[in-house]
């Protein structure tokens, strides 16, 4: 495993991320929502990185993991602009970007703001527009009123929280509404069973890429995290298959 590093992007802000050179195109993963560059799938696509002898790169957002700020102080657009940092100061070269649910959402607007870096996406349950589509009118009602929604999770002891300024950005950079201008391969993975984003959204998100070369791979018992030995499996064929494409 690499050291943690840390790119500093603003007064009193770093971010924290995990650098392999190597060759191709560099696998940048974008995280999931209150998710952290330590998850099963980002590690476990990293050792198979390495023994490939293959770029990595993965990191924290700002307010999540080991990188400074606080989580209900970030934005959509604010995370946006990490990954760009992390395309421009620290990937050398195309990256391919693997985004897991909101990462899959970031990994889109990334690929809109970069399309002479970006090689290639592949999305795991990605979940572009999931402010407008993930939750229920009352539910709207208390973050714009109340500034903070918190609901329990079920991946962790810690809240659900999501902040007016978050939402806000987020129906901001809504992506669904229109063709998406992405030109590159694009794979997307999604299960059947999941139970925080509906399969039926990679479809959707299919439709409205531009690109020709967009593929998606639905798993009936998968769910929302894909991250059983066989859903890792299926990532590293998918993530191999494309890098060896281009």
């Given at each position: ?38 998850g099963g799938k ?65 990994m889109l607007l ?137």
């Amino acid at each position: 495993m690499t050291d943690i590093r840390h790119l500093e992007t603003g007064p009193d802000l770093r971010l924290a991320y995990r650098h392999r050179p190597g060759r191709g195109p560099t696998i940048l993963f974008l995280p999931g929502y209150m998710s952290d560059m330590e998850g099963g799938k980002a590690t476990a696509l990293d050792a198979w990185a390495e023994s490939q002898g293959r770029a990595m790169l993965r990191f924290d957002y700002a307010g999540c993991g080991a990188s400074d700020g606080a989580f209900d102080d970030q934005t959509l657009d604010g995370w946006r602009d990490d990954v760009l940092a992390m395309i421009d100061r620290v990937a050398e070269g195309p990256v391919v970007l693997v985004g897991s649910s909101m990462g899959g959402w970031l990994m889109l607007l990334a690929a809109l703001a970069r399309r002479e870096r970006v090689a290639g996406l592949v999305g795991i349950a990605a979940a572009p527009d999931f402010t407008s589509w993930g939750f229920t009118g009352e539910q709207k009602l208390t973050i714009l009123r109340e500034g903070r929604l918190a609901e329990a999770s079920p991946y962790g002891e810690a809240p659900y929280v999501t902040t007016r300024g978050f939402w806000e950005s987020g129906e901001r950079l809504c992506l669904l509404h229109a063709d998406i201008a992405i030109d590159c391969p694009v794979r997307l993975l999604h299960g059947q069973a999941d139970e925080d984003v509906p399969w039926r959204q990679s479809l959707a998100l299919m439709d409205r890429l531009r690109s020709a070369d967009v593929q998606a791979w639905l798993v009936k018992d998968g769910d929302h995290r894909l991250s059983r030995d066989q859903d890792i499996a299926l990532l590293i064929a998918t993530v191999n298959g494309l890098l060896e494409a281009l």
